[in-house]
């Protein structure tokens, strides 16, 4: 059997941050048969700041008690993505560091609405693979909670 030093194990679910977004203790789930990382949003309006393409969106945290919390991000792309149930959808792709236990990361997010799923955050493949992450999904919330608080002001609501 193999084994890689340089790789860190999560479990299928796991505590992160964005900090650039003023957002945390997030829960997100591991999905590996997703290529792009998802957030949970609505109210999704593009707009312009100084000549570049942004994206202005309200996030929603939490399961039991949620909270909102409105955004800003430069706007990556435009993205047609095929969901789990074969339905194609456009979404809007926002690059934005992540903090998963002691470590940090930038990371693509496509912005749909999550609003019937038990996690607000899935994360991708691309987000393992850039962070050298593998996953044991017998395990959940293997990493401690981010070191790293955040960046941004809060805002939630």
């Not at 679910?13 to 591991?30: F, S, T």
């Not at 393409?53 to 409105?70: I, K």
Request: with cysteine; hydrophobic share 40%.
């Amino acid at each position: 059997m193999k084994t890689f030093d340089h790789l860190s194990v999560i479990g299928l679910r796991e505590w992160i941050n964005l900090p650039d977004l003023g957002m945390v203790g997030l829960r997100a789930k591991i999905d590996t048969g997703a290529s792009t990382s998802t957030l949970h949003a609505s109210e999704i309006q593009p707009f312009q700041r100084d000549g570049q393409d942004w994206v202005r969106f309200t996030a929603h945290l939490g399961t039991l008690v949620q909270r909102r919390h409105r955004c800003e991000a430069p706007l990556v792309s435009v993205k047609r993505i095929r969901s789990s149930n074969g339905e194609a959808q456009t979404r809007y792709v926002i690059h934005t560091q992540m903090c998963l236990g002691d470590r940090t990361w930038p990371v693509d997010f496509t912005l749909t609405c999550r609003k019937n799923m038990r996690y607000r955050v899935l994360l991708g493949s691309k987000a393992l693979v850039a962070g050298q992450l593998v996953v044991n999904p017998a395990l959940t919330y293997v990493q401690d909670k981010p070191l790293i608080i955040t960046s941004a002001p809060t805002g939630a609501e």
